[in-house]
Structure formats: structure tokens, C-alpha cells
């Protein structure tokens, strides 16, 4: 159990820091991975289970944000993966990307050396079709090379190189899906367990250190907002990247 009233969160270069009213308390809770989240009980009003999805559905995008932002250097190729027949199946349209990480994972060892790094999120189109988005640690692929991987459709390869806030853009992106019915039970999102996580630090020298290195000009944005549970949370977010 830790007690702080200030709270860095680091992702790669984009620094979050978190002052509080009140003096939290931080208490070790044992998570399975947390893409799939409770959906709410049946004790609970249909406003409360609509409450509960919205936050949860925050929590995701900003769990995601930051674990793509910690990860920025490595996952450098951004693409999506579509389906050449109107799939709307969901459970079909995992199966073929499992498959599709295996002979990924089997290209680049044969040819690179190299552990696959991934994150994937599922969108799903207005006409109810199922498709990919995937970032990744993949060096230079020409595209016909990556469609065969696939074997499924169509590829488009996204450009990233000039986003400074990575984790942010994919996100926006393709995180309007994470509150779909369709996905009611399964992972908003799939990620190797490769990856780095990103940082929180409590401590308070540390946080006290960390801080008065940020530059002022990096400061991208600042807001003020209470919590009905913990009170007012001053937030700032700095990105080195600019």
C-alpha cells in the first residue's frame, strides 16, 4: 500500500502528471490483462451499465494510448487488414488473424531474426464487416509480400513516421469500436506480451525530479476536473516529441 498525492505516468515521451485534492492510497489489485472488462451485473440499472461500459471504454483507449506510446520506436508499421467477402463474423475474423500472427511470427525468424511485436484492434465497417488494425515491429515488407501473409484481402499500410503522439492517432483511429455489442465478452484489443509497459511513478522525490525537468514549451495539455470519488485532479501531459 502507497500513499501520494502526486503521480507521474510515463509512455515513452508522452509524460502525464496527475496532482491530487486528497492523498490516495495505491493498493496492489491482481488483474487478468485488461482488454476484457466486466460489462456489468444485472444488479445494476440499464444507466448504470451504460455509465460503467463508458468508463470502462475510456479506460481501454487510455490503457491502449499508452501502451502504443511506451512502444512508439518498436511499433513502427501501422496497417489494416480487410477481408475480400463481407465477413461480419467475429469469431471467423480472429481465427484467420490468429493465423495470420503465426506465419508473421514464422517470416520474421526465418528471415530477420526477429520476435513479432504486435497490437490489434477490431473495427468494423458501416456495412457490418470485420477488419484489422495492426501496429507493429515490422521491418521494410513490399506490400504483395505482406497481402500473401495475409491471404485474406486487401492491405492498406497507414504512415506513422510523422506522428508525434502515436499512441493517440491510432486510437482515434480505431478505438470507436471498443463499446460494440459484437465484442460484449471478447478483447477489445490483442497484443504480444513482448511489449513495454508503461512506467507509474509514486514516488515522491522521483516524481518531484521527473517533473522539474519538464520544459514548459512540451506541455501539450492541461485541465482540472473532479472525481466523485477522490476529488479535484489537476492533469498535465508533456510530448518530448515536439
Given at each position: 500500500?502507497?500513499?501520494?498525492?502526486?503521480?507521474?505516468?510515463?509512455?515513452?515521451?508522452?509524460?502525464?502528471?496527475?496532482?491530487?485534492?486528497?492523498?490516495?492510497?495505491?493498493?496492489?489489485?491482481?488483474?487478468?490483462?485488461g482488454e476484457r472488462l466486466s460489462e456489468g451485473s444485472n444488479e445494476f440499472s440499464e444507466e448504470e451499465k451504460e455509465e460503467t461500459n463508458i468508463k470502462n471504454g475510456y479506460r481501454r483507449r487510455?490503457?491502449?494510448?499508452?501502451?502504443?506510446?511506451?512502444?512508439?520506436?518498436?511499433?513502427?508499421?501501422?496497417?489494416?487488414?480487410?477481408?475480400?467477402?463481407?465477413?461480419?463474423?467475429?469469431?471467423?475474423?480472429?481465427?484467420?488473424?490468429?493465423?495470420?500472427?503465426?506465419?508473421?511470427?514464422?517470416?520474421?525468424?526465418?528471415?530477420?531474426?526477429?520476435?513479432?511485436?504486435?497490437?490489434?484492434?477490431?473495427?468494423?465497417?458501416?456495412?457490418?464487416?470485420?477488419?484489422f488494425h495492426m501496429l507493429c515491429n515490422l521491418p521494410y515488407i513490399k506490400a504483395d509480400k505482406l497481402a500473401a501473409l495475409w491471404n485474406n484481402g486487401f492491405i492498406k499500410i497507414n504512415k506513422?513516421?510523422?506522428?508525434?503522439?502515436?499512441?493517440?492517432?491510432?486510437?482515434?483511429?480505431?478505438?470507436?469500436?471498443?463499446?460494440?455489442?459484437?465484442?460484449?465478452?471478447?478483447?477489445?484489443?490483442?497484443?504480444?506480451?513482448?511489449?513495454?509497459?508503461?512506467?507509474?511513478?509514486?514516488?515522491?522525490?522521483?516524481?518531484?525530479?521527473?517533473?522539474?525537468?519538464?520544459?514548459?514549451?512540451?506541455?501539450?495539455?492541461?485541465?482540472?476536473?473532479?472525481?466523485?470519488?477522490?476529488?479535484?485532479?489537476?492533469?498535465?501531459?508533456?510530448?518530448?516529441?515536439?
Amino acid at each position: 500500500m502507497k500513499f501520494y498525492n502526486k503521480k507521474v505516468v510515463k509512455s515513452g515521451n508522452i509524460i502525464e502528471v496527475y496532482e491530487y485534492q486528497d492523498t490516495q492510497i495505491k493498493r496492489e489489485v491482481r488483474r487478468v490483462e485488461g482488454e476484457r472488462l466486466s460489462e456489468g451485473s444485472n444488479e445494476f440499472s440499464e444507466e448504470e451499465k451504460e455509465e460503467t461500459n463508458i468508463k470502462n471504454g475510456y479506460r481501454r483507449r487510455r490503457t491502449l494510448r499508452r501502451l502504443i506510446n511506451a512502444n512508439d520506436d518498436i511499433l513502427t508499421k501501422f496497417f489494416t487488414l480487410t477481408f475480400k467477402e463481407n465477413l461480419k463474423s467475429v469469431d471467423k475474423a480472429y481465427y484467420e488473424l490468429k493465423k495470420f500472427k503465426k506465419r508473421l511470427k514464422y517470416y520474421l525468424d526465418k528471415h530477420y531474426d526477429r520476435s513479432l511485436k504486435y497490437v490489434v484492434v477490431v473495427e468494423f465497417q458501416k456495412r457490418g464487416a470485420v477488419h484489422f488494425h495492426m501496429l507493429c515491429n515490422l521491418p521494410y515488407i513490399k506490400a504483395d509480400k505482406l497481402a500473401a501473409l495475409w491471404n485474406n484481402g486487401f492491405i492498406k499500410i497507414n504512415k506513422i513516421e510523422t506522428v508525434d503522439n502515436v499512441g493517440s492517432y491510432v486510437v482515434k483511429y480505431m478505438g470507436k469500436d471498443f463499446n460494440n455489442e459484437r465484442m460484449k465478452g471478447r478483447k477489445r484489443y490483442n497484443r504480444s506480451r513482448n511489449l513495454k509497459e508503461p512506467e507509474e511513478i509514486l514516488d515522491k522525490k522521483k516524481v518531484a525530479e521527473l517533473v522539474a525537468q519538464l520544459p514548459n514549451e512540451k506541455m501539450v495539455f492541461e485541465k482540472t476536473f473532479n472525481n466523485e470519488s477522490i476529488g479535484d485532479i489537476h492533469y498535465k501531459q508533456f510530448n518530448l516529441n515536439r
